[in-house]
């Protein structure tokens, strides 16, 4: 698929159990690659976009971060409320309005989110960037995590693999107070910190 999926194929998804993950693996790479990497305090004000079905932001509180989910799927934060009473939950678009204050998050983290697979120049991305960039802290944190091999590779069927450039040519322009990082260690903009 050349385009962002749509929310109805994240409903079928998650209604047939959606991704499979091994707790334990994702606490350890978590724990190296985010938290040790951008030096994370516990108690740190955490949104998770894109959370499906909330695995990750249940880690995150458990991990002592004070983490909301939000996504587009209605089927996928159902799953997450029944799954995670206790953690905090949205149906909520990245591009529009979100049911927090301006300024509220210390991190604003995306795994795999679909929007930032395939073209970053297209509206879509641009406005969800624009849009969450305002619920960051002054100097706060927005961290990448998504599967690419940086080739530039635009495969019809399958995700793109955008390059780093087309990375830093959406991100630079939001506020440099801020800074985006992929996991692996490339800076995407904005001054390295926390590395």
């Not at 994240?10 to 047939?16: G, I, L, P, S, V």
């Not at 334990?24 to 994370?40: G, I, P, T, Y």
């Not at 905090?88 to 210390?106: I, Q, R, T």
């Not at 983290?109 to 969450?132: E, F, I, K, M, W």
Request: with cysteine; proline share 5%; glycine share 8%.
């Amino acid at each position: 698929m050349s385009t962002t999926p749509t929310a109805g194929y994240y409903d079928t998804f998650y209604a047939e159990g959606g991704w499979r993950y091994s707790l334990v693996r994702e606490w350890w790479w978590h724990r190296r690659h985010f938290v040790r990497r951008f030096k994370l305090r516990r108690g740190m004000r955490m949104l998770e976009v894109a959370c499906g079905m909330g695995m990750h932001t249940d880690l995150f509180c458990r991990m002592g971060f004070d983490c909301s989910g939000i996504d587009l799927c209605p089927t996928g934060i159902s799953a997450a409320q029944q799954r995670y009473p206790r953690r905090d939950f949205h149906v909520a678009d990245a591009k529009a309005a979100l049911p927090w204050e301006p300024g509220s998050f210390d991190v604003i983290v995306t795994r795999g989110c679909s929007l930032y697979h395939y073209d970053l120049a297209a509206p879509g991305p641009r406005a969800a960037t624009q849009n969450l960039w305002q619920y960051l802290k002054p100097n706060g944190l927005f961290v990448l995590i998504i599967v690419s091999d940086l080739s530039g590779s635009r495969d019809p069927v399958k995700i793109w693999q955008n390059r780093l450039e087309d990375y830093r040519m959406h991100f630079e322009p939001f506020d440099s107070a801020c800074t985006v990082d992929w996991h692996r260690g490339l800076v995407i903009c904005g001054a390295r910190r926390r590395a």
